[in-house]
Every structure is written in C-alpha cells, then in structure tokens.
Nanobody, 126 residues
Framework: VQLQACGGGLVQAGDSLRLSCAATGRTFSRYAVGWFRQAPGKEREFVACISWSADSAYYADSVKGRSTISRENAKNTVYLQMNSLKPEDTAVYYC????????????????????WGQGTQLTVSS
C-alpha cells in the first residue's frame, strides 16, 4: 500500500480544511488508516484513525469535536476534515496504514503502523 497525503496549506485561525490521503493498490479498502502530525521541534503524534469498514473512528483529544475522519474506498481515499483550526494545529500531517488487513481494532501508536505516506504541511496563522 502506498499513501500520499495532500490538501494542506496556509489558513487562518477559525478556518476549515480537508486533508486527503490517496492510496494505490487494490487492497486499500482492507486497511484501517490513521492520521498523524508533527509540529516543528515536536514528536509525531496521533490525530485520528478509521477502521477499514468505516464503522468506527477514534480521535485525539486535541482535535475531537472539530475534526471528522472518513473514507471512500471506491476512490482509495481517506479524508480528515478539520474545522475551527487553531495555530497549534500547524504541523506536517501524515497518513498511515497498519500491517494487518480487516482489523476492527483501532491503533494509535506510531510503531503499529507499517505504511506511511509523505506528509502535507498545514499552517494556521493567528
């Protein structure tokens, strides 16, 4: 599975933005997908994840209530809709997939993900 995150940019605080994670490979729909981010000088952290069937999702407290993760398996794409953006959301955002297919378990640890895409920069100005 090869992943590529896109959709970042420069926005103002309070704006909304949708990030996309496009995947290649016919088996993409069998994998859960997670979003992570890394701010300058900080470690990469979990943001959100969605199950392969899209029937469950989990969010970090920092984005819960203002972000929605979704997927369109027919388009091999996972989305992260972020609303009410804050300057502290500024980071490079990455999408990733774990090594196992058809998992109902949602994973939040970085080392549980095997496939990583290149990130996309999101900058939120105050």
């Amino acid at each position: 599975v090869q992943l590529q995150a896109c959709g970042g940019g420069l926005v103002q605080a309070g704006d909304s933005l949708r990030l996309s994670c496009a995947a290649t490979g016919r088996t993409f729909s069998r994998y859960a997908v997670g979003w992570f981010r890394q701010a300058p000088g900080k470690e990469r952290e979990f943001v959100a994840c969605i199950s392969w069937s899209a029937d469950s999702a989990y969010y970090a407290d920092s984005v819960k209530g203002r972000s929605t993760i979704s997927r369109e398996n027919a388009k091999n794409t996972v989305y992260l809709q972020m609303n009410s953006l804050k300057p502290e959301d500024t980071a490079v955002y990455y999408c990733a997939a774990p090594p196992y297919q058809y998992e109902s378990r949602l994973r939040i640890a970085l080392d549980e993900y095997a496939y990583w895409g290149q990130g996309t920069q999101l900058t939120v100005s105050s």
